[in-house]
């Protein structure tokens, strides 16, 4: 009799650990990359920020409306995005995609420069020096990428720099999909 008192004694630290050794093995499963965002399926955030090229043009929300959209949040100090930026100029060219930007608390003439120098692959570019916009759409750092379908909706949300393989698998044919 004295076993059995004893014995859950022991079966609680075997329980912790099962469930310790269940988490630990779901969270190995998961993708880093893949941060759900709140954003998703719902209306593109309302802002109101000068444009980068014109500051006494505001651009607001309303620039996403009526046609499919990708909003790429950049810097000229974010390392990543100077590695991106060749792969969205070729996009550019090819027009599959309205391409905005958002200037992330940059400084506007190191951005003109910058842009100057390599090349200038967005419709338009609000600029958001304290950041705040940024905060609104849930950007965690630079360079992220949204999709908006013609009614201003985010539809899809990507961390880190955009690839020829990302654009391929996932974007492509999303933006073909919206834009049917």
């Known amino acids: 009799?004295?076993?059995?008192?004893?014995?859950?004694?022991?079966?609680?630290?075997?329980?912790?650990?099962?469930?310790?050794?269940?988490?630990?093995?779901?969270?190995?499963?998961?993708n880093p990359r893949e941060l759900p965002s709140a954003l998703l399926n719902k209306s593109a955030p309302v802002f109101e920020l000068p444009d980068l090229m014109q500051p006494q043009q505001i651009l607001t929300h309303q620039i996403f409306l009526?046609?499919?959209?990708?909003?790429?949040?950049?810097?000229?100090?974010?390392?990543?995005?100077?590695a991106e930026h060749a792969f969205l100029m070729e996009l550019a060219h090819t027009q599959a995609v309205t391409i905005y930007g958002l200037d992330y608390k940059d400084d506007s003439a190191a951005a003109r420069q910058w842009l100057a120098q390599y090349g200038n692959p967005y419709k338009a570019i609000a600029v958001d020096?304290?950041?705040?916009?940024?905060?609104?759409?849930?950007?965690?750092?630079?360079?992220?990428?949204f999709i908006i379908d013609k009614k201003g909706i985010i539809r899809y949300k990507v961390i880190g720099a955009l690839t020829p393989t990302i654009w391929q698998n996932q974007l492509a044919p999303l933006i073909q999909q919206l834009q049917n």
């Open 129 to 145: 020096k304290a950041g705040q916009a940024a905060i609104n759409w849930g950007v965690y750092g630079t360079p992220e990428t």
């Open 1 to 30: 009799m004295n076993k059995l008192l004893y014995a859950p004694r022991y079966l609680i630290p075997l329980l912790v650990f099962i469930i310790l050794a269940f988490f630990l093995w779901r969270g190995l499963t998961l």
């Open 66 to 82: 009526g046609h499919v959209s990708l909003l790429n949040v950049w810097s000229t100090w974010c390392v990543t995005c100077h």
